[in-house]
């Protein structure tokens, strides 16, 4: 029997799929967990017309990265913060810093998980990947300098 599954289900599929199951385990399982109802002919197409709006809304996901990225191309970032007397920063530099930085030079409002590096603490350049969605990502210079 053919099910539309509302969540993920181990070794079966994820939400939103159209899978065949054995009817004991839609009724026994599936049906009583609100893991999935049955796929008549008005679900199938509903749920067709779902994918193809996901499909669109994706694409134009990729179509604004890739906008956003074409303004972060060469971009360099300057920090200032307080160093010990051995040349390290106190406690580091955080995404959320270098986030501010970037929506003060280019008006881009980034997550916290959208930066990607290794934890600064140190004074000098870094190379900072910007990931904003799969296949729109972009290296920025992050300067960091002794505040004085």
């Given at each position: 029997?053919?099910v539309?599954?509302?969540?993920?289900?181990?070794?079966?599929?994820?939400?939103?799929?159209?899978?065949?199951?054995?009817?004991?385990?839609?009724?026994?399982?599936?049906?009583?967990?609100?893991?999935?109802?049955?796929?008549?002919?008005?679900?199938?197409?509903?749920?067709?017309?779902?994918?193809?709006?996901?499909?669109?809304?994706?694409?134009?996901?990729?179509?604004?990265?890739?906008?956003?990225?074409k303004?972060?191309?060469?971009l360099?970032?300057?920090?200032?913060?307080?160093?010990?007397?051995?040349?390290?920063?106190?406690?580091?530099?955080?995404?959320?810093?270098?986030?501010?930085?970037?929506?003060?030079?280019?008006?881009?409002?980034?997550?916290?998980?959208?930066?990607?590096?290794?934890?600064?603490k140190?004074?000098?350049?870094?190379?900072?990947?910007?990931?904003?969605?799969?296949?729109?990502?972009?290296?920025?210079?992050?300067?960091?300098?002794?505040?004085k």
């Amino acid at each position: 029997m053919k099910v539309l599954l509302n969540k993920d289900v181990k070794k079966l599929g994820y939400r939103g799929d159209i899978v065949n199951v054995k009817t004991g385990y839609f009724t026994n399982f599936l049906l009583p967990e609100g893991a999935a109802v049955m796929a008549d002919a008005s679900v199938v197409k509903l749920q067709e017309s779902r994918k193809a709006k996901l499909v669109m809304k994706k694409e134009q996901l990729v179509e604004n990265a890739k906008e956003v990225i074409k303004k972060l191309k060469g971009l360099v970032v300057t920090i200032s913060k307080k160093i010990t007397s051995k040349g390290k920063l106190y406690g580091g530099l955080s995404a959320e810093e270098i986030i501010d930085q970037i929506a003060a030079k280019t008006n881009i409002k980034l997550e916290p998980s959208n930066i990607k590096s290794e934890h600064i603490k140190e004074v000098g350049t870094h190379k900072v990947v910007v990931h904003i969605a799969e296949g729109a990502e972009e290296t920025i210079k992050v300067v960091v300098e002794a505040k004085k």
